[in-house]
């Protein structure tokens, strides 16, 4: 399952979840849109006035039946993209579940400028665990497009080896 973790239609790191995806070249891949989805902010309000939004079970039952969670973090002013943090707080309010279900997660960052989204994914990095992912391996691309051509994928050859290395150690480990 990839997914761009941002509600922008044209978001780079949808880009850069779909470009990777692509390696696992016998996995029948799902792209999940999260610029698509049309769910209330959460609160404790909504939630009760409005119950659980078919879209957030949707979603995760993809997680459910997923064997891989390919995430691509955008940073929004040092922190998640707000269409990501929703969907994620909806998810983590279904009862009894983790919301990432202990899946094996390639947890990736870009962003314009030179740290590739380095704030968001240190963050992840030490909250997903907590809500049940099982993070395999991470990425970030620096300067997205100066080493990403939207046909072509990453386009410097350096970040390129280093983002097979990661998926590599991952298709020998799930």
Same mark, same amino acid.
């Given at each position: 399952m990839a &997914? @761009? @973790?941002?509600?922008?239609?044209?978001? &780079? +790191? $949808?880009?850069?979840?779909?470009?990777?995806?692509?390696?696992f070249e016998k996995a029948i891949i799902t792209k999940f849109d999260i610029s698509s989805l049309n769910i209330p902010i959460y609160s404790i309000d909504n939630e009760t006035i409005l119950g659980m939004p078919l879209?957030?079970? +949707?979603?995760?039952? #993809?997680?459910?039946?997923?064997d891989l969670i390919i995430l691509s973090l955008a940073e929004n002013n040092g922190s998640f993209n707000v269409g990501l943090k929703n969907l994620l707080d909806w998810t983590s309010r279904i009862k009894e579940r983790k919301l990432f279900n202990e899946k094996p997660m390639? #947890?990736?960052?870009?962003? /314009?400028? /030179?740290?590739? @989204?380095?704030?968001v994914l240190d963050s992840a990095k030490n909250i997903f665990p907590y809500l049940g992912a099982d993070i395999r391996g991470t990425f970030s691309l620096p300067n997205f497009y100066q080493n990403?051509?939207?046909? $072509? @994928?990453?386009?410097?050859?350096? #970040? #390129?080896e280093e983002l097979k290395t990661v998926i590599s150690k991952i298709k020998t480990s799930i």
């Open positions: &997914i @761009g @973790g941002s509600n922008s239609q044209n978001s &780079i +790191n $949808k880009a850069l979840a779909y470009f990777a995806a692509q390696f879209e957030v079970t +949707n979603f995760a039952s #993809l997680i459910d039946e997923t390639i #947890l990736m960052s870009t962003s /314009p400028g /030179p740290r590739g @989204g380095a704030t990403f051509d939207f046909n $072509k @994928g990453i386009t410097n050859d350096e #970040l #390129l």
